[in-house]
């Protein structure tokens, strides 16, 4: 399967594979993302759990004001969350373009019980045809190749063919809640017919419905692991029942690598809570890592060198159970052996995690941990 030549060429794409492109970092994620906006037609669909301010979130607001203000229907939904350091600016900026603009669930005396409850997913879908989903915010820390601290690692990938649709569907699913309309299934504009795509299947959780899907797929992957398991995460606080199927893999000899944030990081109650289990991984033979460069915020699951699942979820309970999320599963060889190369290259720049060194740790930081990790359903 290729992509047509029809569709927008993508010279800054780093790699590319059947129906999906990996795209490493803001300087090859950015201009693929802002190439597909320019050429859109008909429709584009955009939802992001971060945007921020700064250069890009300019150029992105930019493209879509002008696309709209050429005619075509442009739906953008933010999380309320998300957005709370989003230059307003931009808002009134994409809304005078003609862009319809939503906020997921913002903060309202009769929805106290929801605020908790976030979209964390990052879709873009232009035309029905080509879509992108991953982890990267709309920032200017995920600018750049990850050269420094402020400069973030992370991967977002590029989509063709019928799993477009599942992504279409996802975000509908959420636009709906908020605007109270979605197109008609059979909308040529928003679902044409596409290429099918049977190496991706594209799962999507929520906390209103396919609840703990997410983690069931986890649970699933890790249960089937035969040889190897690879994690790549920003955020590594998985609830009991993932820790546990990790400690059964390790009972198999299965290899399990582990890659997550260091002292680069921006929420560091996480990392916190996540040191305090440590050990039991550790004395299992778990490998432990920690990326050192800068911010980790990619997201990859390699199971047995035979798939992976990439997306939106980070390796934790709030991804499992509160928040919207969307991953691709993919099961193509050759997407696969890029995604273990560039895992052990990540893996080289981390700093290796040792059960002496966590048991050594100062008496005030196994508290802190401790504390932490109380509130580790919520993190």
């Known amino acids: 399967m290729t992509i047509g030549t029809s569709e927008p060429s993508l010279p800054i794409a780093e790699q590319q594979a059947g129906n999906i492109t990996l795209l490493q970092n803001g300087d090859a994620i950015f201009p693929a993302m802002l190439e597909a906006i320019h050429g859109a037609r008909y429709t584009i669909c955009f939802e992001t759990f971060i945007y921020w301010k700064g250069k890009i979130a300019e150029e992105v607001a930019e493209a879509l004001s002008e696309r709209a203000r050429a005619g075509v229907a442009v739906h953008v939904l933010l999380d309320w969350v998300g957005t709370f350091r989003m230059d307003e600016a931009l808002i009134d900026l994409m809304l005078s373009g003609g862009v319809e603009v939503e906020k997921f669930r913002p903060l309202r005396w009769f929805n106290l019980r929801r605020v908790n409850y976030r979209t964390h997913r990052k879709l873009l879908i232009v035309d029905g045809r080509i879509g992108f989903t991953g982890g990267v915010g709309v920032a200017d820390e995920w600018q750049g190749h990850a050269q420094d601290p402020e400069h973030w690692r992370d991967n977002h990938y590029r989509?063709?063919?019928?799993?477009?649709?599942?992504?279409?569907?996802?975000?509908?699913?959420?636009?709906?809640?908020?605007?109270?309309?979605?197109p008609e299934p059979g909308s040529d504009v928003y679902y044409p017919e596409l290429e099918p795509t049977p190496c991706l299947k594209v799962i999507s959780g929520s906390p209103w419905s396919n609840r703990g899907q997410l983690q069931r797929m986890f649970l699933e992957a890790i249960d089937s692991a035969n040889e190897s398991i690879r994690i790549a995460t920003a955020y590594f606080m998985p609830g009991e029942k993932l820790f546990r199927a990790l400690l059964r893999a390790r009972k198999r000899s299965v290899h399990i690598e582990i890659l997550m944030c260091g002292v680069h990081t921006d929420r560091d109650i996480v990392r916190q809570a996540s040191r305090a289990h440590w050990g039991r991984l550790l004395k299992a033979g778990v490998r432990l890592f920690e990326y050192e460069p800068t911010l980790y915020h990619v997201k990859l699951l390699v199971v047995d060198s035979e798939w992976i699942s990439i997306g939106s979820a980070n390796f934790d309970a709030r991804s499992c159970w509160l928040n919207d999320e969307l991953n691709v599963n993919v099961h193509?060889?050759?997407?696969?052996?890029?995604?273990?190369?560039?895992?052990?290259?990540?893996?080289?720049?981390?700093?290796?995690?040792?059960?002496?060194?966590?048991?050594?740790?100062?008496?005030?930081?196994?508290i802190g941990d401790w504390i932490s990790q109380l509130f580790r359903r919520q993190l």
């Open 332 to 366: 193509e060889k050759a997407v696969v052996r890029e995604h273990i190369t560039m895992f052990q290259e990540d893996l080289a720049k981390g700093r290796k995690l040792s059960l002496v060194q966590w048991e050594q740790r100062p008496v005030l930081t196994k």
């Open 159 to 182: 989509l063709t063919g019928a799993a477009v649709g599942e992504l279409q569907r996802a975000f509908f699913s959420n636009w709906v809640k908020v605007h109270g309309w979605k």
